[in-house]
C-alpha cells in the first residue's frame, strides 16, 4: 500500500519541486546505442537551452553541466537524474492517480511500454527497435503523466514528439490525447535530420506502437510472422499437402525476427534459421522460442535430412552466416520449400547484415576502424546470397522479402534480384503476395487488446468470448474468407498456451471490421454486466488502414498511390473524432525516417452505451477507410470487400473504380 501512495504522489508532483540526486547509470541496463555526435557548437548549445527549458532557473547551472555531458556521452539529453524512483510497469488501472478513467488508461499503456520486461533500452525511453521512443527525456515523462493525474473528461493533452505541450478544453467526445510523432516538413525528413533535430530535443522517432503506448512484446510480431508463414505454404503447397517436414529457411534471430521460429513450428514444418550472433541464438533457444543449436555445417544438413525424412515439426538455430547455408543446401541437394530472409538490412553498414566468411568479432572491428571495406564486403556477400537464391528459385524454392529491404540492398549492390523490367524486383514482398491480398485487402488486421485490470482471468474471459464471437461470425462467411476466419479461431484458441504474455494482460488478434466491432460489443456487454474490467483496444500500426508504407504496408497498390501518405492522415482524423481515446501519427517506423507515414488509435471500453457507439463508429471507419481506398487502387479483394460492408452498412457509400480493358491501353499511341 505504502508504495503504491509513494507511487501516486511521485505521479501528481510531475517535475519534483526539489532538485532530485544525480543518478548513476545502472550498469546492467541495456543501453542505447551512443548517437551520431552531428550538432555544431552552437547547435550544441541549442540542444541544452532547450532542455533546461523544463526546469527552474536555480537549477540551471548544475544541470546545463550534466546535461552537455550526456549530449557528449550519449548524443543525446535523457535526463537520468528525473528518471522516477518507482517501477514502471502497467498496474492495474485502479491504482492510477486520475480524475478521469481514460487517462488512466493512458498512464497504463505509457508505462508498459517503459516497463524494463517490456521495453529495449527502457532508460532512454526506447520501446523496440533501436530508436522506438516513448519521449525524449525523463522530463517530458514526468510532465505528461502529471497532466495525466490532472486531466477531465472535457480535456485534451497534445503531445508533440513526446513533449507534452499542454492541456486543451475539449470535449467529452474528443481524444484524450493526440500523438504526433517525427512529422516533418517533407524537404526535412532524411535520416540525418532525425539524428540533428532529435539530437535538439524538438523530434523522436515514435516507431509503430513505441510512440502510440500500443507495444505488447513479441506476441504481435509471433502472429502476424505465423500468418505469414501458413499463408506462404499455402501458396507453394498442393491442396492436401501439410508443411510437415517441408524447409522454411531464413536468416534472423533479433527482435522480430526471433519470432520465425517460434510461427514455423506453429506452421507445422521444419525451419532453419541462420544468425550469426552466437548470443542472440542462445538467447533465442533458452526462452524456447527455438528448439536446437547447431553450429557447423555438416551437422546442420545431417540434421536437416533427418527432419525432413521423417516429416518433423521442429525449429533449428544454424549459428553462421544465412548466405553459408543457402550455398551449401544448394550443394548437398536439400530442396528448400520457403525462403525469406529476416537480417536488418535496414541498417546494412552499422551491423544490421555479416558478411560472408568473417567472423562476427572480425566484422564489428571492420565496422568501427573499416567502414569503407566493411561495406565492400556486405555487397559482395549481398550478391552471393542473391545468387544462391536465385539457383534455389530455379528449382523450385518460394521466395519473399520479409520488409526488411534484402531485395532494395541487394540490388544496389548490384545482385541479380531486377525483374525484367528493370524496375520491379524479381521476387515479391511479403505484403504483396501474402498479408495484402490475403489479409489487409479483406481488412484482416492485428487487432488487439488489453486488460486494465491486470488480472490474467480477465484475459482468459476474452479470449473466450472472442473465438465465440468468431465462431458465430463464421457460420455467415462468405468462401473468400472462410480460411482467414478458421486461422484467427485456432490463433486465438491457442493463445494462452503459446505463452506470450509480457507486461501488461494483452493478446493480438487479427479481426476484419466485422470481427473487430463485434469482438469489441461483447467485450463492452461483459464489461457492463461486471464480467470483466475496462478493456483497452488497439492495434499494430501495420494494418488495413493505419498505414502508408510504399514497401511494405502499401507496397500492393499499384495504382501510384502508394507514394502518397492521405490514407495514414485521413485515418488518424477520422479516428479521431469518431471516439479514439487517444490518435496518433508517425513519420518513420519499420522501414526508416521519411520512409513511412503511419497512425493508430487506443480506445477504452468501460462498459458505457457512449463506449459501444463509439467503438461501432470507429471500428468501422478506422478499418473501412483502407479497404476503400485499397478498392479504388483496383484491388480485387478489396473492392469484394468494401461492396459487401456497403451492402451492411446503408450510410456508407464508397466511389468504386471502373475497369478499363488492356486492349483500349495497348492500342494508344502514347
Ligand atoms: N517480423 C516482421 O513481421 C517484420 C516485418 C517487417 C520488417 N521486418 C524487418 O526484419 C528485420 C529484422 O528485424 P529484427 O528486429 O529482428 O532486427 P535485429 O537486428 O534484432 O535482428 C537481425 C538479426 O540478423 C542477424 N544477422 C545479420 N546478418 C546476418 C547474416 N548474414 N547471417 C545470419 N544472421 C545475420 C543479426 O545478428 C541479428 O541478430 C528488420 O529490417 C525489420 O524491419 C520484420
Redesign the pocket.
Known amino acids: 500500500m505504502k508504495t503504491t501512495m509513494k507511487f501516486q504522489e511521485e505521479i501528481k508532483q510531475g517535475i519534483p519541486s526539489v532538485l532530485p540526486e544525480a543518478k548513476a547509470y545502472p550498469i546492467d541496463a541495456n543501453r542505447a546505442p551512443k548517437r551520431k555526435d552531428i550538432l555544431s557548437v552552437d547547435e550544441k548549445q541549442l540542444a541544452v537551452r532547450n532542455a533546461l527549458r523544463y526546469f527552474p532557473k536555480e537549477w540551471h547551472q548544475e544541470l546545463a553541466a550534466e546535461f552537455a555531458q550526456e549530449l557528449k556521452d550519449f548524443g543525446r539529453i535523457y535526463m537520468y537524474r528525473f528518471k522516477p524512483s518507482y517501477h514502471l510497469k502497467a498496474r492495474s488501472i485502479s491504482d492510477y492517480p486520475a480524475k478521469c478513467e481514460q487517462a488512466a488508461a493512458i498512464m497504463l499503456m505509457v508505462e508498459n511500454n517503459l516497463d524494463p520486461a517490456v521495453a529495449q533500452h527502457p532508460e532512454e525511453l526506447i520501446t523496440y ?1 533501436g530508436n522506438g521512443a516513448v519521449f525524449q527525456n525523463w522530463a517530458q515523462y514526468l510532465l505528461a503523466m502529471k497532466y495525466l493525474s490532472e486531466m477531465e473528461d472535457d480535456q485534451t493533452l497534445h503531445l508533440y514528439s513526446g513533449h507534452p505541450m499542454g492541456l486543451f478544453p475539449s470535449s467529452t467526445d474528443a481524444p484524450r490525447v493526440v500523438v504526433t510523432n517525427g512529422m516533418m516538413i517533407p524537404n526535412y525528413s532524411q535520416p540525418d535530420d532525425w539524428e540533428k533535430f532529435n539530437a535538439l530535443g524538438v523530434t523522436q522517432y515514435g516507431q509503430m506502437t513505441a510512440g502510440s503506448f500500443m507495444y505488447i512484446g513479441p506476441q504481435g ?1 509471433v502472429h ?2 505465423t500468418i ?1 508463414v501458413m499463408n506462404a505454404f499455402r501458396k507453394v503447397l498442393s491442396k492436401g499437402e501439410t508443411p510437415k517436414g517441408k524447409i522454411f529457411l531464413t ?10 521460429p517460434k510461427a514455423g513450428n506453429i506452421a507445422n514444418c521444419v525451419t532453419v534459421c ?4 552466437e548470443n ?1 541464438a542462445t538467447k533465442r533457444h533458452q526462452q524456447g522460442w527455438v528448439d536446437e543449436l547447431i553450429d557447423n555445417m555438416p551437422a546442420l544438413i545431417e540434421r536437416v535430412k533427418a527432419a525432413q525424412a521423417n516429416e518433423e515439426v521442429v525449429s533449428i538455430a544454424f549459428i ?4 553459408d547455408v543457402w550455398e551449401s543446401f544448394y550443394e548437398n541437394e536439400i530442396f528448400i520449400h520457403l525462403g525469406s530472409d ?6 546494412p553498414w552499422s551491423g ?5 566468411e568473417i567472423s562476427y568479432e572480425e566484422s564489428n572491428r571492420l565496422i568501427r576502424e573499416e567502414p569503407e571495406v566493411f561495406k565492400e564486403k556486405v555487397q559482395a ?1 549481398l550478391k552471393r546470397h542473391a545468387d544462391a537464391i536465385n539457383k534455389h528459385t530455379a528449382r523450385g524454392t518460394y521466395f519473399f522479402d ?4 534484402f531485395l532494395l540492398e541487394a540490388s544496389r549492390a548490384g545482385g541479380d534480384v531486377m525483374a525484367e523490367n528493370g524496375i520491379d524486383f524479381k521476387y515479391p514482398s ?1 505484403v504483396q503476395d501474402i498479408l495484402g491480398p490475403m489479409c489487409f485487402d479483406y481488412g484482416f488486421g492485428p487487432f488487439r487488446w488489453v486488460c486494465a485490470s491486470g488480472k490474467p482471468e480477465d484475459l482468459d474471459r476474452t479470449d473466450a468470448i472472442a473465438a465465440s464471437v468468431l465462431k458465430k461470425i463464421m457460420q455467415e462467411s462468405p468462401e473468400e474468407i472462410q480460411q482467414q476466419m478458421q486461422d484467427n479461431i485456432t490463433w486465438i484458441e491457442d493463445a494462452k498456451q503459446n505463452k506470450l504474455v509480457v507486461g501488461s494482460q494483452a493478446r493480438i488478434l487479427y479481426a476484419d471490421a466485422q470481427g473487430r466491432m463485434e469482438i469489441a460489443k461483447a467485450f463492452n456487454d461483459a464489461i457492463n454486466s461486471g464480467e470483466i474490467g475496462p478493456v483497452v483496444l488497439g492495434r499494430d500500426h ?1 494494418d488495413v488502414s493505419g498505414t502508408d508504407s510504399p514497401f ?1 504496408e502499401t507496397s500492393n497498390i499499384y495504382d501510384g498511390s502508394r507514394f502518397t501518405a492521405d490514407m495514414a492522415i485521413h485515418n488518424v482524423i477520422g479516428d479521431s473524432f469518431r471516439g479514439a481515446t487517444w490518435v496518433s501519427i508517425h513519420n518513420g517506423g ?2 526508416g525516417w521519411g520512409e513511412v507515414v503511419n497512425g493508430g488509435f487506443g480506445m477504452l471500453l468501460d462498459g458505457s452505451a457512449a463506449a459501444e457507439r463509439r467503438l461501432k463508429s470507429m471500428l468501422l471507419f478506422d478499418v473501412n477507410n483502407g479497404i476503400a481506398r485499397r478498392s479504388w487502387a483496383r484491388n480485387e479483394e478489396a473492392n469484394f470487400a468494401i461492396k459487401r460492408e456497403m451492402a451492411r452498412t446503408p450510410k456508407l457509400k464508397v466511389t468504386l473504380a471502373n475497369l478499363v480493358e488492356d486492349d483500349i491501353l495497348n492500342n494508344l499511341s502514347l
Do not use: D
Open positions: 527497435g510480431i502476424g510472422t505469414t536468416a534472423g534471430l533479433g527482435g522480430m525476427s526471433g519470432a520465425q541462420a544468425e550469426v550472433n542472440a553462421g552466416n544465412i548466405v529476416q537480417t536488418s538490412l535496414h541498417n544490421g547484415y555479416y558478411p560472408v556477400t520479409y520488409g526488411n529491404a511479403y501495420h511494405r519499420g522501414v
